[in-house]
């Protein structure tokens, strides 16, 4: 079993859809809990993180981790074309400070 | 904000050569940098973990005579690809953790990765 598993997708939406991405772990060492954004040949970059559980927002995006459920989500509203990417959820141990990626789900936004 | 450079982007060599990659942290200096491997729609995969001034640490499976790492200085890293063979063919991508705290050391700081072909 990986440490960090997500659904690769790829995941189709409509432009103006609210995108629900997700991912499930198996490690309770892992303190903090992030989103990348990754575009074709270019290096992730980071959208969220957290380290407690409960809800974040920033503008469209709100990222949720419920640690008893060992279950992280990531909403985008509205979205737009642009957000077509991959999107991988990676989480730190707290000890190492290594970072741990899900395989990435891949997300088309249509307009 | 932190930006990390990644040097090459792209890198087409011989087999049986070596490759070095270059990762420079330009506004910031990094105390841990981690190098990634990524193939074709697969997540990223740690290679090594190395701090400024001692050895790298790698992760189990990977050569360490293979892929020589370099942290010389708080702004630098090098990842040297040694007697590439087509297989080593993949995404090297580096990260580097800000030696501050706050925002910039939760997730770090990712290059822009480079592409290496082996033929």
């Known amino acids: 079993q990986k440490e960090v598993e997500q659904d690769p997708g790829p995941l189709s939406v409509p432009e103006g859809a609210i995108v629900s991405l997700n991912c499930t772990y198996s490690?309770?060492?892992?303190?903090?809990f992030m989103w990348y954004r990754q575009y074709s040949r270019k290096g992730p970059e980071l959208l969220m993180y957290t380290y407690s559980s409960g809800n974040k927002e920033d503008g469209r995006f709100t990222a949720q981790v419920d640690k008893s459920s060992k279950y992280i989500s990531l909403f985008i509203r509205d979205s737009q074309p642009s957000d077509s990417a991959t999107y991988l959820c990676?989480?730190?141990?707290?000890?190492?400070?290594?970072?741990?990626f899900g395989q990435g789900t891949t997300l088309q936004v249509k307009p | 904000g932190a930006v990390v450079s990644q040097h090459p982007s792209r890198v087409i060599c011989k087999s049986g050569t070596s490759v070095k990659i270059e990762c420079r942290s330009l506004d910031f200096q990094a105390t841990t940098m981690f190098w990634y491997r990524q193939f074709p729609k697969q997540s990223l995969m740690l290679m090594a973990t190395?701090?400024?001034?001692?050895?790298?640490?790698?992760e189990q499976g990977v050569e360490k005579d293979k892929f020589l790492i370099n942290h010389a200085s708080l702004t630098l890293s090098t990842l040297t690809v040694t007697s590439a063979h087509p297989e080593d063919s993949s995404f090297y991508i580096c990260?580097?953790?800000?030696?501050?705290?706050?925002?910039?050391?939760?997730?770090?700081?990712f290059g822009s990765g480079t592409r290496l072909t082996v033929v």
């Open positions: 990676a989480m730190r141990e707290g000890n190492t400070g290594k970072l741990i």
């Open positions: 490690n309770s060492a892992f303190q903090y």
């Open positions: 190395s701090n400024e001034g001692s050895k790298a640490t790698y």
């Open positions: 990260s580097a953790r800000d030696r501050r705290g706050g925002r910039a050391n939760y997730g770090y700081t």
